[in-house]
């Protein structure tokens, strides 16, 4: 919604027409023509009166709007702090300020700590209480103002008990033991943990229970707690000689460094090492302090400490000022006011620095007032104030933003100078598509013609740049970004989105041929705004060159004759062997057996060392050369299945099929005549075609086919799942086996919906009584979950790279070393 309307007044630029009548004035564009007594003031406020109530109207929207959004954001704040969704964000704030705050302890409070030295003088835990009377002489000894044991005095053996006994009766009123909930030992119950008689006459019982968060620490401590009958003080609350009611909390300061409380080791105590008077007018708390004994606790910021810490931490809270915890309701209601005013003040700057003055006060005042021992929780306040103003803040500058140029307000869609304030570089090959005669098609569209026709543009374009973000470029251009890994694949995807592109767009009632063309940049390192037009120039080549796409290569002076120089020499390099063909195994997933190879062609240039596939494969689709070359491997893929049959006569080789040779019979001529040459049975030679092709050339590419399966010449779909397959095309294609794109194998492990295709494809294969083919095998859980899914064959780099037929079949041989599993 918009904030900020342009005022509008005087009535200036309307045209308006009102009845000639007397007393009544005609304006005609904005010019008043007067009749009767009615002044040209007068003429205005007519003409103005719609106007005024149009603009309150619209005012009264927008006020509106704005107070449903902020009694939302109000209501989604208050459940925000009703259920504690902010509390990690709290404790991590206030984790911050007590780092800022950090402080030594008063020294007043000391721990003795029953610890691992202690454990190996005296024994293992539990002690006989006559070492706890002993050790009760020696903190006296010691100078201990008051003793605070941390631990549960229940009866054990009876003569230690009664030593203990008559420690804590030579010290009346200096003595405190804990009491708390036993929850494990009665499923469902709550029972009190009360020391035995003998000790609770002699001695205070205090309190050590304490709320434990999921993190497995404690923020807040009750004054006094109730356990059965007894009513007593927490045992921080007795150290600091302070009291409160029953149920109060108080938050615990943990700005006070753990490492800064005095620590003895009760082991020192009990062999007299500690000198008299070391501990005099002290409060002394004795407990566990070893993590055999389990007692360990989050301190926040300050890690695993024992609980005895946690108490002694308390109680400095308490020594210093009984805190005052606000929670936090008063800086939700600060929040409340400052995105209030945010939102309705009529002055933006002003209203806008209100809002960041409250986002910045939330931050800062929590500091201020924990020097005063007043803490508050801020999450629910910020959650407020920081959605709102993000809310607030795009609605009011997103038309802002598309002035600017980020958005295309026709498409909807990013436009390159988003792209361009994202960075100068990025680490994905850059796509560019090109729209031949699109300012002309426009051009004869009505006003909101355009919109359409950039919808249903839009629409086809999203089909081949799949998960991609489209980017809206001018003139009609549009670019993505993607994987240098996916442009193997993303080329059948050009040659389908142009077929898709065969089809007229219907815009009011007209039909329009829109031709497209592709641009590929991969000079990653260069910035974008050279790689846009980088890519926009190979578009732009391969539609003059009638193309589908290229792929921008500036690295060589004079690409354009490189090409035709790297056309005159492919006869003279099938000829001299520099293009030569490699063989990659297939593997049986059943048995682990090597039943077959794909036949990649290769070039290695005698100056230019190996040669890009794509490259010259293209070139030689484009420029009518491609017959030789498959017409070269087809017969060196024949000669080296010959030789594999008679070790193994189920084995069959597959050779890729060109799409431009399905629209002639000389493929069938091709396959008749090296089958012959060779002697090979058909079924050893795997013609591999993709639906994409079938789909480009129709009925001829079928009948082709189908000649070619009549011969018994098997045929495999290359590349399922990357051009525009449908089950009517799988049905009419005469192939018995289907071969997935790999780029499905390779995240099979990780992703569950390409398992899910992966399964569904294969039961479909099967369905149609083709076996199935998964590339990109690269690992052997890989293999496993194929070969558990029921794919019958396996090709990839973990079953074998591509290789010269020699060593090809150094690997298929049958002989005792061969590897069972490739």
Do not use: C, Y
């Given at each position: 919604m918009a904030y900020a309307r342009r005022r509008q007044g005087g009535g200036r630029g309307f045209t308006r027409s009102v009845p000639c009548s007397a007393g009544r004035a005609v304006v005609m564009r904005g010019l008043p023509l007067h009749f009767g007594n009615h002044s040209p003031r007068k003429t205005r406020l007519i003409e103005d009166l719609p106007m005024r109530r149009s603009r309150i109207r619209r005012n009264s929207q927008a006020s509106g709007s704005k107070r449903k959004l902020l009694g939302w954001l109000v209501l989604l704040s208050l459940l925000f702090g009703l259920v504690e969704f902010g509390q990690p964000f709290d404790l991590a704030l206030r984790n911050l300020r007590d780092k800022a705050r950090a402080q030594p302890t008063s020294g007043k409070v000391v721990v003795v700590g029953i610890d691992d030295k202690a454990l190996a003088q005296v024994g293992p835990w539990q002690w006989n209480r006559r070492e706890l009377a002993s050790l009760t002489e020696g903190l006296f000894a010691a100078g201990a103002d008051r003793v605070f044991f941390d631990l549960y005095f229940k009866p054990m053996e009876r003569g230690g008990d009664r030593k203990f006994v008559e420690a804590v009766a030579r010290h009346p009123g200096r003595v405190f033991v804990a009491s708390g909930l036993d929850n494990y030992s009665r499923p469902g119950q709550s029972v009190p943990i009360l020391p035995m008689p003998e000790i609770a006459g002699k001695a205070e019982t205090v309190s050590v229970m304490r709320w434990i968060h999921y993190w497995n620490g404690a923020t807040t401590v009750s004054y006094r707690r109730q356990f059965g009958s007894h009513d007593v003080r927490s045992m921080e609350a007795a150290i600091a000689g302070v009291d409160g009611n029953r149920g109060e909390e108080f938050p615990i300061d943990y700005s006070y460094r753990i490492s800064s409380v005095p620590y003895i080791s009760a082991a020192d105590i009990l062999s007299g090492k500690v000198q008299a008077n070391a501990l005099k007018g002290k409060a002394v708390i004795v407990g566990v302090n070893s993590a055999l004994l389990e007692d360990i606790f989050v301190a926040p910021g300050q890690g695993r400490v024992a609980g005895v810490f946690v108490i002694a931490i308390g109680a400095e809270t308490l020594l210093k000022q009984p805190p005052i915890g606000l929670g936090w309701i008063p800086p939700w209601l600060f929040a409340v006011g400052t995105t209030a005013w945010f939102v309705f003040g009529r002055r933006r700057r002003i209203a806008t620095a209100i809002g960041a003055a409250g986002i910045a006060a939330l931050l800062a005042?929590?500091?201020?007032?924990?020097?005063?021992?007043?803490?508050?929780?801020?999450?629910?306040?910020?959650?407020?104030?920081?959605?709102?103003?993000?809310?607030?803040?795009?609605?009011?500058?997103?038309?802002?933003?598309?002035?600017?140029?980020?958005?295309?307000?026709?498409?909807?869609?990013?436009?390159?100078?988003?792209?361009?304030?994202?960075?100068?570089?990025?680490?994905?090959?850059?796509?560019?598509?090109?729209?031949?005669?699109?300012?002309?098609?426009?051009?004869?569209?009505?006003?909101?013609?355009?919109?359409?026709?950039?919808?249903?543009?839009?629409?086809?374009?999203?089909?081949?740049?799949?998960?991609?973000?489209?980017?809206?470029?001018?003139?009609?251009?549009?670019?993505?970004?993607?994987?240098?890994?996916?442009?193997?694949?993303?080329?059948?995807?050009?040659?389908?989105?142009?077929?898709?592109?065969?089809?007229?767009?219907?815009?009011?009632?007209?039909?329009?041929?829109?031709?497209?063309?592709?641009?590929?940049?991969?000079?990653?390192?260069?910035?974008?705004?050279?790689?846009?037009?980088?890519?926009?120039a190979a578009a732009h080549a391969a539609s003059e060159e009638g193309g589908c796409w290229k792929i921008h290569d500036p690295s060589a002076t004079g690409a354009r004759e490189w090409a035709l120089s790297l056309l005159g020499e492919l006869d003279q390099a099938i000829d001299a062997g520099h293009i030569w063909v490699a063989y990659q195994p297939k593997m049986e997933l059943a048995t682990g057996a090597i039943v077959g190879a794909e036949a990649l062609v290769r070039w290695t240039h005698a100056t230019r060392g190996p040669i890009d596939p794509a490259e010259f494969v293209e070139m030689a689709e484009r420029h009518g050369r491609i017959d030789r070359l498959t017409a070269f491997v087809l017969n060196d893929a024949a000669r080296a299945a010959a030789a594999a049959v008679a070790y193994d006569p189920g084995f069959a080789i597959s050779v890729n099929i060109s799409p431009q040779l399905l629209a002639t019979r000389e493929v069938v001529d091709m396959v008749r005549r090296v089958l012959r040459k060779h002697r090979l049975p058909a079924s050893a030679l795997v013609l591999e075609i993709t639906e994409t092709a079938a789909m480009v050339e129709g009925q001829t590419a079928l009948k082709l086919l189908e000649e070619l399966r009549a011969m018994g010449v098997e045929l495999s779909i290359d590349d399922y799942g990357t051009g525009m397959s449908t089950l009517a095309y799988l049905r009419r294609i005469p192939a018995n086996e289907l071969k997935v794109d790999k780029r499905f194998a390779a995240s099979l492990l990780s992703s569950p919906e390409d398992q899910a295709v992966m399964r569904s494809t294969i039961e479909l294969a099967h369905t149609l009584g083709m076996h199935v083919v998964a590339e990109g095998v690269e690992t052997a859980e890989t293999l496993q979950m194929l070969r558990a899914m029921g794919c019958e064959i396996g090709q990839g780099y973990h079953i074998g790279r591509p290789m010269e037929w020699l060593s090809f079949m150094d690997i298929f041989s049958p002989r005792p070393s061969r590897a069972a599993d490739g």
């Open positions: 005042f929590p500091l201020l007032l924990e020097h005063f021992s007043i803490f508050v929780d801020v999450a629910p306040a910020l959650f407020l104030a920081i959605v709102t103003m993000i809310i607030v803040g795009w609605q009011r500058f997103g038309a802002a933003k598309q002035s600017q140029g980020a958005i295309n307000p026709v498409s909807g869609l990013k436009t390159v100078n988003a792209l361009l304030r994202e960075g100068l570089s990025d680490p994905n090959i850059l796509v560019a598509v090109r729209l031949r005669r699109f300012a002309d098609i426009v051009s004869t569209l009505p006003p909101d013609g355009e919109r359409d026709l950039l919808g249903q543009i839009v629409s086809r374009l999203a089909m081949g740049a799949g998960q991609a973000q489209l980017l809206h470029g001018d003139d009609g251009n549009f670019f993505w970004l993607m994987p240098e890994a996916e442009l193997a694949s993303v080329v059948d995807r050009f040659k389908a989105l142009q077929l898709i592109f065969r089809n007229p767009i219907r815009v009011s009632e007209k039909s329009f041929d829109v031709e497209v063309f592709f641009g590929v940049d991969r000079e990653i390192h260069m910035p974008l705004s050279h790689r846009l037009a980088s890519a926009l």
